[in-house]
């Protein structure tokens, strides 16, 4: 069955992608420490994968996130994230780069607003997830970075292997830039990641982002 702009099919979801993750790490050089941009939505979904990514990688990490309303939320879930940052600092001394872009929630908006009815996973979602992914990949690119990632693999509400099938797309269209496959809620990820939330006392948001999320109100 093939009910996705993205083409997956049943095989593909057997695929695990958290084993391809650890075949690029153990393929890195010993004394090597690759530069990589990681796509980051919020504090919360950041903190497993610093702790998975930093001893492997020099890491910058891109909050461009317009799909989140409102602007008021998407301040709040930034300032979480920063404060992430300092405690990856503190508690492990790794020194992580933060790049914002600006918020555009209207213009962002208008892509995704055919497909407003639709449940979460599918056209409108897919759309969402491309665009910041994109966004991201070519600013990796532009920026000499060996990999790019998404930290959006560890939300169990968005399907792994749809992101890392952009992922892979993406990576065909950029020159130099790799993709880093991941599905980082695999071998315990998403519990270490909830401790940690726990543990640095965060805002868990109970949306996604955008304002069709707002009525269907979950957690993410
Ligand atoms: S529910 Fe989340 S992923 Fe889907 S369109 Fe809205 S903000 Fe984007």
Do not use: W
């Not at 555009?104 to 208008?110: A, V």
């Not at 000499?144 to 099938?165: E, W």
């Amino acid at each position: 069955m093939e009910n996705t702009i993205t083409g997956i099919n049943k095989a593909d979801q057997k695929h695990n992608y958290h084993l391809d993750s650890e075949s690029i790490i153990d393929a890195i050089p010993n004394g090597e420490k690759p530069k990589m941009l990681m796509h980051v939505c919020c504090g919360p979904c950041f903190c497993f994968p610093l702790t998975y990514i930093c001893p492997h990688f020099e890491l910058t990490i891109y909050y461009n996130n317009s799909n989140i309303y409102p602007k008021e939320e998407y301040d709040r879930r930034l300032d979480e994230l920063k404060k992430v940052v300092e405690y990856a600092k503190r508690d492990y001394g790794y020194d992580i780069k933060l790049i914002v872009t600006p918020y555009e929630y209207t213009s962002y908006i208008k892509d995704l607003r055919p497909y407003s009815d639709e449940p979460e996973g599918f056209v409108r979602c897919q759309t969402c997830y491309r665009k910041r992914m994109s966004e991201a990949y070519d600013y990796a690119e532009a920026n000499g970075f060996d990999y790019f990632c998404t930290v959006m693999t560890i939300s169990r509400h968005k399907n792994a292997q749809i992101l890392n099938r952009i992922g892979a797309e993406l990576e065909k269209q950029h020159k130099y830039t790799k993709y880093f496959y991941s599905d980082f809620k695999k071998d315990d990820g998403q519990e270490k990641g909830r401790l940690l939330r726990i543990q640095y006392d965060l805002y868990n948001q109970d949306y996604c982002g955008c304002e069709f999320s707002i009525r269907t109100k979950k957690g993410e």
